[in-house]
């Protein structure tokens, strides 16, 4: 998520799929060189768990419970933008 995820409701922000990390990579911050599996800028904004409550091909609903974000929040698939982008707001609780 290039801006981050928002804890204002309603507000959106985009999201981009992209293949898992190694969980090694937990702790991990900085930037992982180009022609490098996972290349670009690798910032954990947060953790914690989370409850599903929707999960579709073109929609997913979770409540957060990490240390920074917590609640509902929903990703739409944005399908004008491609097809691993997404777009996620915090939802209404």
């Not at 204002?8 to 799929?17: C, V, Y």
């Not at 509902?72 to 777009?87: D, P, Q």
């Amino acid at each position: 998520m290039p801006k981050g995820l928002s804890d204002k409701p309603g507000e959106r922000r985009l999201a981009i799929a992209v293949d898992d990390h190694p969980l090694e990579y937990i702790d991990f911050t900085g930037s992982i060189p180009e022609g490098e599996y996972g290349a670009g800028e690798v910032r954990i904004a947060d953790t914690g768990v989370y409850d599903t409550l929707m999960w579709k091909d073109d929609r997913i609903e979770v409540v957060l419970h990490g240390r920074e974000f917590a609640g509902k929040y929903v990703l739409v698939r944005f399908k004008k933008a491609g097809e691993n982008e997404w777009l996620v707001l915090k939802g209404k609780e």
